[in-house]
């Protein structure tokens, strides 16, 4: 497992931007892939993006696809949500996550793929 410590949540107005941070505290983190996922009051855990160790594949929820893009640096072991034209149905916590496991086909959708979870920071558009 690694630990991971996300920063950058907070309130914004709909129509504005964010972006989220995960730093990883592991010395084999270039060998995880990394994904956000996000849980709304009264709902459940749901995938947000996906990132190949390597940075060289990604995968977004079809809703989301063209406002979040996701991202990573493996020499400051960080990932990143960058996430613009905020929606007040984007309020949510977001959580990142980490797996050193291949995905079979599309399981990185699934929160039981990941083994490492970040606190949750709340995101909070207003309208």
Not at 38 to 46: D, I, L, N
Not at 87 to 111: I, M, Q
């Amino acid at each position: 497992q690694v630990q991971l410590v996300e920063s950058g949540g907070g309130l914004v107005q709909a129509g504005g931007s964010l972006r989220l941070s995960c730093a990883a505290s592991a010395r084999t983190f270039s060998g995880y892939a990394m994904a956000w996922f996000r849980q709304a009051p009264r709902k459940e855990r749901e995938f947000v993006a996906y990132i190949t160790w390597s940075g060289g594949s990604t995968s977004y929820a079809e809703s989301l696809k063209g406002r979040f893009t996701i991202s990573r640096d493996r020499v400051k072991n960080t990932a990143s949500l960058q996430m613009n034209s905020l929606k007040p149905e984007d309020t949510a916590v977001y959580y990142c996550a980490a797996s050193f496991k291949a995905p079979y086909g599309r399981e990185f959708v699934l929160s039981g793929h990941f083994d490492s979870w970040g606190q949750g920071p709340q995101v909070t558009v207003s309208s």
